[in-house]
């Protein structure tokens, strides 16, 4: 139940969350530089289910039980709005469902929204198909070569998310040239948000005109993404006016919907592009590296797929989706490496959280790495790879807002079912054609904090032309 008026005005009267001394003004921004993700564990283990940075210049507050977590993002949903450094991105998102809010958010979800039923859905679905069968035939995954499977998987998933927001006409006239630049800006984008998210993040936010060399790459990379989708939009509008709405592209579903501006247009295009390829390319990436580093699971994922796959055909849509050790692997490689590792919020009254006080201004953090290592909810093995743990009594039994690949609440992603609906096509494509393999399984794998969880160096694997045992199928070739 939402706190009442009068219970908010005493909010003053509880005490503020306890947390660690850190560095003056940097809290323990040096400290997460360094350790990562698993500061927020040890912050949760040390001090409790809501935690503040006492040494921060500003207010931060971090919470991690489900209760908390489920008052902030939607019984008191009221009192947050996107956090001040999403919001200093507006140059990329502008007024994207992102960062948008209130009637404007509302009303834009809601036009949005018939672009990503099943039936739409579906409609993609050849597609990805195909993308993913040129792939998975590529003479350069010839058995024993090795592949950064992190720039595959994101040019795999660039190539999809632009025909589904543009359609096949636009992306056939896109040259080689062109899609490189484009992921050339995308990667520095990512940079940027790797860049203002850490230690200087405080120089980004209170000194926006100072002149940092990234900034200026930030916003050539922001310039050529926007020469791209201007172009298409301005295509698509002369093709309607045409008479030509046979499209079921994203952008032309926009076009026709509702009465938004070329700007609001753009801005859509510009969130479902950078939020609609990396997540799943991430999640792509890590589930092809656990699964190498897991032959055995890897083996028996594959004889699953060849149940309702016999011949190497493509699966059905009703056959993928009742693949059950498929989405367990694809959950379990949510929780280890969740693509968003954390979602902030700020605060914009006073609230009271978990029995301690919320001041205006605070950004709330739910870190979602470190709640799916909670071993209250997952058990001791919390950084074990074990897609086992998803029974259906395991799912049952799991407390909201403690599984949050996809956010929660009435902000929860939009495209996710295009995501599972994509991560599991690409999935099937590559492991009925590849087995992988990984050269040295106990090195670590560096990780970087932008707008997503990033691999911070290549993630190299082999393709292999057979299972490690005798006994079992081959691979198909």
């Known amino acids: 139940m939402a706190m009442s008026d009068q219970t908010l005005q005493k909010a003053s009267s509880f005490p503020l969350a306890p947390g660690p001394k850190g560095i003056p003004i940097l809290g323990q921004g040096l400290r997460f530089y360094r350790e990562q993700f698993r500061m927020f564990v040890w912050m949760r283990e040390s001090f409790g289910d809501v935690v503040r940075d ?4 500003m207010p931060i507050v971090q919470i991690f039980s489900p209760e908390a977590i489920e008052q902030v993002l939607v019984r008191n949903a009221k009192n947050y709005t996107k956090d001040r450094v999403l919001r200093s991105w507006n140059l990329v998102f502008g007024d994207g469902l992102l960062v948008s809010e209130g009637e404007t958010w509302k009303h834009d979800r809601k036009v949005i929204q018939p672009a990503f039923s099943p039936p ?46 543009f359609g096949e006409e636009s992306n056939a006239n896109l040259t080689n040239q062109e899609f ?53 939009i301005e295509r698509k509008r002369v093709e309607l006016k045409e008479g030509n709405q046979k499209g079921t592209d994203l952008i032309t579903s926009l076009l026709t919907a509702s009465d938004f501006t070329d700007k609001q247009v753009r801005d859509h295009a510009l969130t479902f592009i950078l939020a609609g390829h990396e997540t799943t390319s991430l999640t792509l990436t890590y589930t092809l590296r656990l699964l190498a580093i897991h ?43 969740p693509p968003a590792p954390v979602l902030a919020r700020e605060a914009t009254v006073a609230d009271v959280v978990g ?16 709640i799916h290592r909670d071993r209250r909810y997952y058990g001791d093995d919390v950084d074990v790879f074990r897609p086992a743990r998803w029974t259906p009594e395991f799912r049952k039994a799991l407390p909201r807002a403690v599984f949050l690949p996809f956010g929660f609440g009435p902000r929860m992603c939009i495209g996710m079912g295009f995501a599972i609906q994509e991560i599991k096509i690409i999935l ?17 794998m560096r990780l970087q904090a932008s707008i997503t969880m990033r691999p911070r ?3 190299l694997l082999r393709s292999s032309g057979g299972f490690s045992n005798s006994n079992a199928t081959p691979w198909l070739n």
């Open 457 to 459: 160096d290549p993630v």
């Open 120 to 165: 739409r859905l579906r409609e993609y679905e050849a597609m990805m198909i195909d993308q993913s069968k040129k792939l998975a035939g590529d003479t350069r995954w010839s058995p024993g070569g090795q592949i950064d499977v992190f720039q595959e998987m994101t040019e795999l998933t660039l190539r999809i998310v632009l025909r589904s927001l």
């Open 54 to 57: 006492v040494s921060a210049a």
């Open 355 to 370: 029995g301690f006080q919320i001041v205006p201004t605070s950004s709330v953090i739910i870190p979602t790495w470190a």
């Open 295 to 337: 032959p055995e699971i890897q083996d028996e994922l594959h004889a699953e797929l060849l149940k309702i796959a016999p011949r190497g055909e493509s699966p059905s849509h009703e056959a993928l989706f009742r693949c059950e050790l498929l989405s367990q692997v694809i959950d379990e490689s949510m929780r280890l490496y």
């Open 428 to 444: 099937a494509e590559i492991l009925l054609k590849h087995k992988f393999t990984i050269d040295d399984p106990s090195t670590p």
């Open 180 to 232: 490189h630049a484009l992921s050339h800006a995308l990667e520095e984008l990512a940079n940027w948000f790797e860049f203002s998210s850490g230690p200087w993040m405080f120089v980004t936010l209170l000194f926006p005109w100072f002149p940092l060399p990234a900034r200026f790459r930030y916003k050539r990379a922001v310039k050529t993404l926007e020469k791209y989708i201007n172009t298409i």
